[in-house]
T-cell receptor, first 113, second 112 residues
Framework: DAGITQSPRHKVTETGTPVTLRCHQT?????MYWYRQDPGHGLRLIHY???????DKGEVSDGYSVSRSKTEDFLLTLESATSSQTSVYFC????????????FGEGSWLTVV | DQQVKQNSPSLSVQEGRISILNCDYT??????FLWYKKYPAEGPTFLIS?????DKNEDGRFTVFLNKSAKHLSLHIVPSQPGDSAVYFC???????????FGTGTRLKVLA
């Protein structure tokens, strides 16, 4: 258990509406990540954070923004959701206690209709 | 441009036999590699990793082999068990980047 909580776990939203997914961690990890998982594409990195207010883009960042105003929370925002953003979103943390390994949360299922 | 590739979308193996899952990468800067297992409706769970200073790492039934010259790694599961049926992802990272790039996954089915 990496102490990661994702919310909401399931959400259905309409095209064009804003959506925010939250990743909360309780163990003061510096690095946090957002991935999406899609059939045929595996896990793709959206954005990651290396500290409070420090974020960087991943492989598929278009249409997404992130914020990290405190260590424990990493927010992923879809400013105007599209059907192509229907996916499973996973948050991950890089544990400073176990070298270079990252650990994942349980996922957030997002459907954009 | 896919930097980490898992060219076999699926694999079926008899219980008790060896499962071999393969992964190729293109970025020569990658120096740390990981394998994850994923069950439906759950997050990926870490299995085993290997640094580029090694060519083999073993943990129980799981062994990862790294061939740097070929930019290839493989995960061996011996003996395979029905509970090993899952999707397996390989991932790679380069020192100093803190990014982890994943492959597309291989679905392993272990037949009882």
């Amino acid at each position: 258990d990496a102490g990661i909580t994702q919310s909401p776990r399931h959400k259905v939203t309409e095209t064009g509406t804003p959506v925010t997914l939250r990743c909360h961690q309780t163990e003061n990890h510096r690095y946090m990540y957002w991935y999406r998982q899609d059939p045929g594409h595996g896990l793709r990195l959206i954005h990651y954070s290396y500290g409070v207010k420090d974020t960087d883009k991943g492989e598929v960042s278009d249409g997404y923004s992130v914020s990290r105003s405190k260590t424990e929370d990493f927010l992923l925002t879809l400013e105007s959701a599209t059907s192509s953003q229907t996916s499973v979103y996973f948050c991950a943390i890089r544990s400073s206690n176990s070298g270079n390994t990252i650990y994942f949360g349980e996922g957030s299922w997002l459907t954009v209709v | 441009d896919q930097q980490v590739k898992q060219n076999s979308p699926s694999l079926s193996v008899q219980e008790g036999r060896i499962s071999i899952l393969n992964c190729d990468y293109t970025n020569s800067m990658f120096d740390y590699f990981l394998w994850y297992k994923k069950y439906p409706a759950e997050g990926p769970t870490f299995l085993i990793s290997i640094s580029s200073i090694k060519d083999k790492n073993e943990d129980g039934r799981f062994t990862v082999f790294l061939n740097k010259s070929a930019k290839h790694l493989s995960l061996h599961i011996v003996p395979s068990q029905p509970g090993d049926s899952a999707v397996y992802f390989c991932a790679a990272s380069a020192t100093g980047t803190y990014k982890y790039i994943f492959g597309t996954g291989t679905r392993l089915k272990v037949l009882a």
